[in-house]
Nanobody, 124 residues
Framework: QVQLVESGGGLVQAGGSLRLSCAASGRTFSGYPTGWFRQAPGKEREFVAA????????YYEDSVKGRFTISRDNAKNTVYLQMNKLKPEDTAVYYC?????????????????WGQGTQVTVSS
């Protein structure tokens, strides 16, 4: 069993920054890639970024490349999403999830354990 808890969301002005954290518990978190997704009101959940277990490989959705950085600290069982140059269109609930396939990917069916989400609101 894996439990994921996101934190760090909030209200920020356009151009600002936030750092999200995803704290994991449970032995089966170890060894698996982790992804961040987001869901805006009235829209489907979409992929944002993913990171391998070692942290050596990352993968980003095109609209966040150069602005967001995913990282992890396995000693703390925590994955981070540093978000810079935020835009109003980044407003969404952000979720972290474990990739059950053991490889990086953007497909939602590849992810099994999900957190409850944290709200990010970017004002213009």
């Amino acid at each position: 069993q894996v439990q994921l808890v996101e934190s760090g969301g909030g209200l920020v002005q356009a151009g600002g920054s936030l750092r999200l954290s995803c704290a994991a518990s449970g032995r089966t978190f170890s060894g698996y890639p982790t992804g961040w997704f987001r869901q805006a009101p009235g829209k489907e959940r979409e992929f944002v970024a993913a990171i391998s277990w070692s942290g050596g490989t990352t993968y980003y959705e095109d609209s966040v490349k150069g602005r967001f950085t995913i990282s992890r600290d396995n000693a703390k069982n925590t994955v981070y999403l540093q978000m810079n140059k935020l835009k109003p269109e980044d407003t969404a609930v952000y979720y972290c999830a474990r990739n059950k396939r053991g490889r990086l990917g953007a497909g939602i069916p590849d992810y099994d354990y999900w957190g409850q989400g944290t709200q990010v609101t970017v004002s213009s």
